[in-house]
């Protein structure tokens, strides 16, 4: 297990900045559904500056590349450069792992799959890719990390990463590529007792739900948004945004979500898909 530990001061809460499906093209014009992907990017890293200067380090969560380029990912690393913190990324399903390996090693991005943050929380960096599909699965290998982090680290709080919504957000076209099998997953949740969150990506808008105890929370992408409690697939008006998440020395997780301001990037009301 690759792990790794980052410290901060021992009576302060851990600030996490979540930033999501970027989907980046190696073109700097390039666009998903009309939205200029990087710029949006950009423009979410300067209000990160201007509005949340202080955090920890940054968690993204999959779908960091749309055309599998190493290119796309070193706009990733150059992109929040100006952040100044360790980040701590994993592959989505539109993500292509020999070109995310292609940018390391980076001073900046942290490619493990487990960490130590502060006195009292872990991190669980999981891998729920399947190659060519758009649904997740977790291997035997990644549910056995996932159960030994856990079991060696059981007097911490614990923070799942994944990129596929390990339970259905409410929209049909979207849940039909969830996380697959996913009561495996939960059934190593429900053994332990020391999970206080899991964050994902991939659905492109937010979702704040507990789920026997634990809270699970979704994020809007850094460019496109889909429309919640859809049944087909329907794109969202709302602002790209990202999330603060601050985790707290007794296990509770205070967190928001913000968006764009002064921005527009809106996207092709009239696409079908993408």
Sequence with gaps: ????????NENSPIR???????HLFAPEEGALLGVPTLKSFQSVVEQVQQYTPNFDAILATGDISQD????????FVTG?????????WLPGNHDYKPSMGGVLPSSQIKSCEHALIGMHWQLIILDSQVVGVPHGALSTEQ??????ALSLHSDRHSLVLL???PLPAGSAWLDQHQLKDNQDFWSVINKHRNVSGIVCGHIHQELDRMVNGVRLL??????????????DFALDPQAPGWRTLDLLQDGTIETKVHR???CDFSADSEAGGY
């Design 1 to 8: 297990m690759l792990s790794e530990t980052l410290l901060n």
């Design 16 to 22: 996490l900045l979540q930033i999501t499906d970027t």
């Design 68 to 75: 599998h380029t190493v290119q796309s990912y070193q706009h």
């Design 80 to 88: 929040i450069k100006p952040l100044e913190k360790p980040c701590y």
């Design 143 to 148: 549910l056995e990390l996932l159960d030994r």
């Design 163 to 165: 990129h596929h919504h």
């Design 218 to 231: 979704a994020t809007p992408s850094t460019c496109v948004q889909f429309l919640p409690d859809s049944d």
């Design 260 to 262: 764009l301001t002064n």
